[in-house]
């Protein structure tokens, strides 16, 4: 699903904020990226989604490489990615339903395919009652939600969150990431960013931990050694 291979990305006036970074995270596997702010985990969830491209080495997704892929290829690369981020960046001059809604409609699929996928992916946060509710009258865990209902609408292969629980107390975070698990144990590829390291090790799922942009933890590659040796 995703690969890296010796990836360095360097931003303009020198600041390098990932360092020869490998990794693999195989389809539907889920995965936390931890570490200090300012660690990288920001840039490698937007090198994954095509916001930014390495400055060296190779990034892979399906096979297909991020590095060279043409800008008129992204969207549609996209279409099989959710994103979701610490902020929610939802849109307060429209409704919960239309927020959710509007990847569909950008993609043209028709209105009741929109309304029906819509309600789904609602009803799957625990928002359908609110779909026709203003963002702003909703708390900070319901507008992380209907975040997530939106960044899964399309049913993506692979799911990214950048600090989704960062603004949340812990009981809501609890309650977020819940949502992340679920949709993993469905086949949902699911990589999250995150400095909840006590509930990270609730879950008990692998960690890939950075510093000042190098990989020093990658459970990843411990959990393909122990399968290994278990054949």
């Given amino acids: 699903m995703i690969e890296f291979h010796n990836v360095t990305k360097r931003y303009e006036g020198g600041y390098e904020a990932l360092t020869n970074v490998s990794l693999q995270l195989a389809d539907g596997d889920m995965a936390f990226i931890t570490g200090h702010s300012g660690a990288g985990k920001s840039t490698l969830l937007k090198i994954v989604a095509l916001i930014e491209k390495p400055t060296r080495g190779q990034a892979l997704l399906n096979r297909i490489n991020l590095n060279t892929v043409s800008r008129h290829r992204i969207p549609y690369i996209r279409r099989n990615i959710g994103v979701i981020f610490q ?113 990270i090790d609730e879950l008990d799922k692998p960690r890939l931990t950075l510093n000042r942009g190098q990989l020093i933890l990658n459970d990843l590659v411990d959990d393909a050694a122990e399968t290994d040796d278990g054949w």
Avoid: C, W
């Fill in 87 to 199: 902020d929610h960046q939802l849109l307060f001059d429209r409704p919960v339903f239309d927020n959710v809604a509007l990847p569909l409609q950008i993609q043209g699929y028709r209105p009741q395919e929109v309304a029906k996928r819509t309600r789904a992916a609602l009803d799957k946060v625990g928002l359908l009652h609110k779909e026709k509710s203003m963002p702003i009258t909703l708390s900070g865990g319901e507008q992380q939600r209907v975040g997530i209902a939106r960044a899964v609408v399309h049913k993506p292969m692979l799911l990214l969150a950048d600090e989704p629980t960062g603004n949340l107390d812990p009981v809501l975070s609890r309650e977020i990431m819940q949502i992340f698990v679920e949709f993993n144990q469905v086949g949902v590829t699911v990589l999250v960013a995150s400095h909840d390291l006590g509930l």
